[in-house]
Each structure stands twice: as structure tokens, then as C-alpha cells.
């Protein structure tokens, strides 16, 4: 059981921030590229964890385009 329950995300919820599929956020997981603890048969992600993650991988091209400029 989670204690702090507001500290973590679901995967689905991952996904919708960083703007890929649930998948796709379990197979970056896999890869060790975001850190996830496993919970039964779910993944929960810190949210602290998923914050510097998300500056790696910006969910809009304006912030990609920002980069590169």
C-alpha cells in the first residue's frame, strides 16, 4: 500500500504527460530510462522522478524547438 499516494503516477497517467501510450512508458521502464517502483502488478512512478524525466522528454514541439534554437 502507498502511503503518500499524491507523490506517485500510474503509468497511464505518465503516459499523458509525457505524451506517449502507457506502453511505451512501461518499455522506458524496462530500459531503466525513467525510475518506477513495482506495486503488484503496476508500475507507480515518483513524481519527482517523472519531473526530470519530462524535461528530457518535452511533450510539445515548441519546447522541443526551444532547444535547438
Not at 30 to 39: F, P, W
Not at 41 to 60: E, S, V, Y
Request: net charge positive; charged share 30%.
Amino acid at each position: 500500500m502507498i502511503k503518500n499516494r499524491g507523490s506517485y503516477y500510474t503509468t497511464i497517467e505518465a503516459a499523458n504527460i509525457l505524451g506517449f501510450t502507457p506502453d511505451h512508458v512501461r518499455r522506458l521502464i524496462q530500459r531503466g530510462k525513467i525510475k518506477a517502483e513495482k506495486l503488484g502488478t503496476c508500475w507507480i512512478i515518483k513524481k519527482t522522478d517523472l519531473t526530470i524525466k519530462r524535461q528530457r522528454f518535452p511533450r510539445d514541439k515548441d519546447a522541443q524547438n526551444a532547444g535547438s534554437e
